[in-house]
Nanobody, 122 residues
Framework: QVLLVESGGGLVQAGGSLRLSCASS????????MGWFRQARGKEREFVAA????????PYADFVKGRFTISRDNAKNTLYLQMNSLKPEDTAVYYC???????????????WGQGTQVTVSS
């Protein structure tokens, strides 16, 4: 069992930045590929970014366009998402996820956090 707890969400003006964190319990964090997903109100959950166990980043979602950076610190059992140049359309609940298989994390994860709300005002 992997427990994931997101933090760092909040309200920010367009053009601003936020850094999301996802803390993992247990000693198996480094065994999982990790990813960030988001779900806006009334829309399906969508992939944002992912990183392999050894910090190799997968291609980001197209809408990221160089604005977000995913990273992980295996010593701290923590995943991060640095979000810059935020836009109102980035408003969503952001979830972190863990997957045993990096090849499938875009579509399938084994564990999910509870999510953190990001709201970008215009």
């Amino acid at each position: 069992q992997v427990l994931l707890v997101e933090s760092g969400g909040g309200l920010v003006q367009a053009g601003g930045s936020l850094r999301l964190s996802c803390a993992s319990s247990g000693r198996t964090f480094s065994s999982y590929a990790m990813g960030w997903f988001r779900q806006a109100r009334g829309k399906e959950r969508e992939f944002v970014a992912a990183v392999s166990r050894l910090s190799v980043r997968l291609p980001y979602a197209d809408f990221v366009k160089g604005r977000f950076t995913i990273s992980r610190d295996n010593a701290k059992n923590t995943l991060y998402l640095q979000m810059n140049s935020l836009k109102p359309e980035d408003t969503a609940v952001y979830y972190c996820a863990a997957a045993r298989n990096v090849d499938t994390i875009r579509n399938q994860a084994d564990y999910w956090g509870q999510g953190t709300q990001v709201t970008v005002s215009s």
